[in-house]
């Protein structure tokens, strides 16, 4: 399925303030988060075309045990992500 641009820029108007992604609402059909590190801290948390929000907390081995063992098995996949637009860091509460 193709889309026109008048389809698009209505898809668009509906989606604000997020994004339309192309055909099926996304230019890529990937169900999980990329995690972009460099020497050990993350520096990039995507979903599909979206970089996302994100804090990175240093874990000690019992805790990181515990999570390997908590996705085992797991297959789950993400279809979207929701937010508010405007917020550019931790609020003065955090």
Same mark, same amino acid.
């Given at each position: 399925? &193709?889309?026109?641009?008048?389809? =698009? %820029?209505?898809?668009?108007?509906?989606?604000?303030?997020?994004?339309?992604?192309?055909?099926?609402?996304?230019?890529?059909?990937?169900?999980?988060?990329? $995690? @972009? &590190?460099?020497?050990?801290? $993350?520096?990039?948390?995507? =979903?599909?075309?979206?970089?996302?929000? =994100?804090?990175?907390? #240093?874990?000690?081995?019992?805790?990181?045990? @515990?999570?390997?063992?908590?996705?085992?098995?797991?297959?789950?996949?993400? &279809?979207?992500? @929701?937010?508010? %637009?405007?917020? &550019?860091?931790?609020?003065?509460? #955090?």
């Amino acid at each position: 399925m &193709t889309v026109s641009t008048d389809q =698009f %820029a209505a898809k668009q108007r509906l989606a604000a303030p997020g994004r339309y992604y192309g055909d099926g609402g996304t230019i890529h059909h990937t169900g999980y988060l990329a $995690v @972009e &590190t460099r020497q050990g801290r $993350v520096v990039a948390v995507w =979903f599909r075309c979206q970089m996302l929000p =994100f804090r990175q907390t #240093e874990v000690d081995a019992q805790r990181a045990g @515990e999570m390997d063992r908590a996705d085992a098995g797991q297959d789950v996949t993400l &279809t979207g992500v @929701e937010g508010s %637009a405007g917020r &550019t860091g931790p609020s003065s509460s #955090e």
